[in-house]
């Protein structure tokens, strides 16, 4: 697919932009015999005069500066006139206050102007910064291939990345991988398995999810706190700790899932650590509710991973900058204490999620629908606006554990869990939750 024909794919208006013209050697920086021959056969070739082009856009109902890149311009690589383009397109955004849209299908940088070529990725990189600065979204989608510095810069420094089905992606270009390496690796699904692309959307509703991200992540509303969620289950409060214990270890009561489909019009999901990890047992992203768009984190009440509280910390950062308030759901047994847990970097993902809540400018709002497991759950709880429901519990410690620590046995569980005061209203005396939260009307 041709840069224009992907361009208008996605969008129902464009507008092209130039940047100014700067004379260039007719065989490039490096005088590279015959450049100047390839240049003009893929100008002749694909009608373009580089590898990309940029301009205003609508994506529906929302407008956007898009940058598309065109494959069969030597390659979609990055040399100097292409760093010209990107930069203006970045600029573009900043000085209109717009998002920035990139259609990316790239082999990296261009051989022939070396080092030249190379140096672009700093050019765009710092124009990243100025627009990620100036508190601006950036998405990118991964067209087949989307590799090198160009999947480096403009596809992995972009706040949503989605990609194409079967789009290869990857630092390394087909040619250059080692011999053996898994192929699966390099493409859209397994970038997203390893946390790199945020969701695989089929062509048929990029247009769509575009629309929706764009809508959700150029709200002009004022931050305010999200509201908070109301319980989906109506339980009487517990009469022990045991009892709240038992309560939000049940299968049958309602987990995070059902949470967020019940407060959202829609959600959309970002997916992953950007580190080569996602976690299961975490969903995070942006959804609209009551027409205003909040970012989520929600723990599933499983063991939450290394690689969930760096999404969480990536997810209440992006909230931040992009002024979203932030709703976190806290339903864990604890954080992931296995050797491979350890070996990822628990602890300072942990901390990354206590300093990214602490630091946020935005509000936070918690709901404790579940288990809340030592540190692991407070690390995604608001200090100052955490409350729970009637089916949930926090506590230092489970109370099994503070058992075995205090050389009690099994007999006295139940006991330690009263002596904790883990109970909903418990937490509440102890000014720990502002709130235990009712059941929705009807529920």
């Known amino acids: 697919m041709s840069a224009r024909d992907a361009v208008a794919a996605v969008t129902s208006r464009f507008t092209e932009h130039r940047p100014d013209a700067r004379p260039a050697a007719p065989d490039g920086p490096l005088g590279w015999s015959g450049y100047a021959e390839s240049r003009a056969r893929a100008v002749e070739r694909t009608g373009e005069e580089e590898s990309v082009l940029y301009g205003t856009a609508g994506v529906g109902d929302r407008e956007c500066v898009l940058v598309s890149f065109e494959f069969g311009f030597l390659g979609g690589s ?13 600029t573009l955004a900043r000085e209109r206050r717009l998002p920035l849209v990139s259609l990316v299908a790239t082999g990296g940088s261009r051989m022939q102007e070396g ?10 990189a710092r124009a990243s910064a100025l627009l990620r600065a100036a508190g601006l979204p950036q998405i990118a989608v991964l067209r087949d291939p989307t590799t090198g510095g160009g999947w480096a810069t403009v596809g992995a420094g972009a706040d949503v990345i989605l990609a194409l089905p079967g789009a290869q992606i990857g630092f390394a270009g087909s040619r250059v991988r080692p011999a053996d390496a898994d192929p699966y690796a390099y493409t859209a ?7 790199a692309v945020d969701a695989v959307v089929a062509p048929d509703e990029l247009p769509g999810v575009l629309n929706q ?11 305010e706190a999200a509201p908070v969620p109301r319980a989906l289950s109506a339980t009487a409060l517990p009469s022990t700790g045991w009892e709240a214990v038992e ?12 949470y967020l489909d019940a407060y959202f019009a829609y959600r959309l999901p970002l997916t992953g650590d950007r580190c080569g990890g996602t976690d299961p047992g975490l969903l995070a992203g942006v959804g609209l509710h009551d027409g205003r ?34 709703l976190t759901l806290v339903d864990t047994p604890g954080a992931a204490n296995d050797a ?27 709901l404790v629908i579940g288990e809340g497991g030592s540190g692991g759950a407070l690390a995604l709880a608001a200090p100052d606006s955490t409350h729970v429901t009637s089916d949930s519990y926090f506590s230092v410690i489970a109370p099994e554990l503070a058992a075995a620590i205090l050389k009690r046995g099994p007999g006295e569980v139940r006991s330690t869990a009263d002596q904790l005061r883990l109970r909903p209203q418990d937490l509440v005396d102890l000014g720990v939750a502002r709130s235990v939260v009712g059941p929705a009307d009807g529920a």
Not at 247 to 258: E, K, L, Y
Not at 303 to 323: F, H, I, K, Q
Not at 346 to 356: E, M, N
């Open 340 to 366: 491979e847990a350890e070996r990822a970097g628990a602890g300072a993902a942990i901390a990354d999620a206590f300093a990214a809540v602490a630091g946020a400018g935005v509000p936070v709002t918690t």
């Open 115 to 124: 080092m030249i070529a190379l140096i672009q990725l700093q050019r765009v």
């Open 293 to 326: 768009p909040v970012a989520y984190v929600a723990q599933c009440g499983t063991a939450t991973r290394p690689a969930g509280y760096r999404t969480a910390a990536r997810v209440v950062r992006l909230a931040d900058r992009l002024g979203l308030p932030v």
């Open 189 to 195: 699904e397994g970038q997203s398995e390893a946390g």
């Open 78 to 90: 990055l040399g100097g006139l292409t760093g010209d383009r990107l930069e203006a397109a970045y």
């Open 247 to 258: 309560r939000a270890r049940s299968a049958a009561r309602p987990r995070a899932g059902a």
């Open 213 to 223: 991200w764009l809508t959700l992540l150029t709200a002009t509303v004022p931050a």
